[in-house]
C-alpha cells in the first residue's frame, strides 16, 4: 500500500493568515492525490483533485500544488469556517490511502 | 442538491453483526461508484470498500471476509454488511461518492457518518 504522510500534524493559525499543508508519498503517485476537509459534525468536504484543480464550489482562497511525490494545500486569507482537519488521499492505486490529517486551529 | 444519508450504526458486542444503511437522493444513484470509508476515534479516514456501479466490488484487508457492500439501485441505497465486529471496528462510517471523471478518481460527496460502537 502507498503511505501517505502529512505534515505538520497540528498547528495553529489566526483568521486572515496563510498556511501550507504538505504530503508526500511513499512512491511516485503523479497527481492523483486528493484534500479533504473535516469539520466535527459535518461531512467531508473535497477540496482539490488532480492535485491542483479545485473542486466547484469551493473557494478561490484554497490550492493545491505538487506532483509525483510532494504536495501542498495552501489556504490564503484564512477564515473562521477553515479551522478543521485536512486530508490528503493518493487516488493512484488501490487501496486509496489517506494522510494522518493535519489539524488547523485558531492561534 | 446531492445528498448522502447514513443509518443503521449503534451499539454491538464484539462478535455480533451490524448493517449500515446509505440513503442517496439528488442524483442518478446507478451511475456513480460508490464507497465506505471509516474515522476511528482519534483517528484518521480510512478507505474499506468500493463498488462500482456495475457491481464490481473491493475492500480493503482490514475488513476483508467480514464486510461486504452492496447496492440496490431500485432503492438507490448503498449498504455495509458488518460480521465479526472487533474493538477496532468501531468509528464514524460514512458513504461517499465517486467520481464520474475518466481519469482522476476522487470522492466528491460525503454522507455525515454512522456511528458504529463495538463494546462489552
Known amino acids: 500500500d502507498i503511505q501517505m504522510t502529512q505534515s505538520p500534524s497540528s498547528l495553529s493559525a489566526s483568521v486572515g493568515d496563510r498556511v501550507t499543508i504538505t504530503c508526500r508519498a511513499s512512491q511516485t503517485i503523479n497527481s492523483h492525490l486528493n484534500w479533504y476537509q473535516v469539520r466535527p459534525g459535518k461531512a467531508p468536504k473535497l477540496l482539490i483533485y488532480a492535485a491542483t484543480s479545485v473542486q466547484s464550489g469551493v473557494p478561490s482562497r484554497f490550492s493545491g500544488s505538487g506532483s509525483g511525490t510532494d504536495f501542498t494545500l495552501t489556504i490564503n486569507t484564512l477564515q473562521p469556517e477553515d479551522f478543521a482537519i485536512y486530508y490528503c488521499q493518493q487516488s493512484y492505486s488501490s487501496p486509496y490511502t489517506f494522510g494522518q490529517g493535519s489539524k488547523l486551529e485558531i492561534k | 442538491e446531492v445528498q448522502l444519508v447514513e443509518s443503521g450504526g449503534g451499539l454491538v458486542q464484539p462478535g455480533g453483526s451490524l448493517r449500515l444503511s446509505c440513503a442517496a437522493s439528488g442524483f442518478t444513484f446507478r451511475n456513480y461508484d460508490m464507497n465506505w470509508v471509516r474515522q476511528a476515534p482519534g483517528k484518521g479516514l480510512e478507505w474499506i470498500a468500493f463498488i462500482s456501479s456495475g457491481g464490481t466490488r473491493y475492500s480493503a484487508g482490514s475488513v476483508k471476509g467480514r464486510f461486504t457492500i452492496s447496492r440496490d439501485n431500485a432503492k438507490n441505497s448503498l449498504y455495509l454488511q458488518m460480521n465479526s465486529l472487533r474493538v477496532e471496528d468501531m468509528g464514524v462510517y460514512h458513504c461517499?461518492?465517486?467520481?464520474?471523471?475518466?481519469?482522476?478518481?476522487?470522492?466528491?460527496?460525503w454522507g455525515q457518518g454512522s456511528l458504529v460502537t463495538v463494546s462489552s
Open positions: 461517499a461518492r465517486g467520481s464520474t471523471d475518466r481519469q482522476w478518481d476522487y470522492f466528491d460527496y
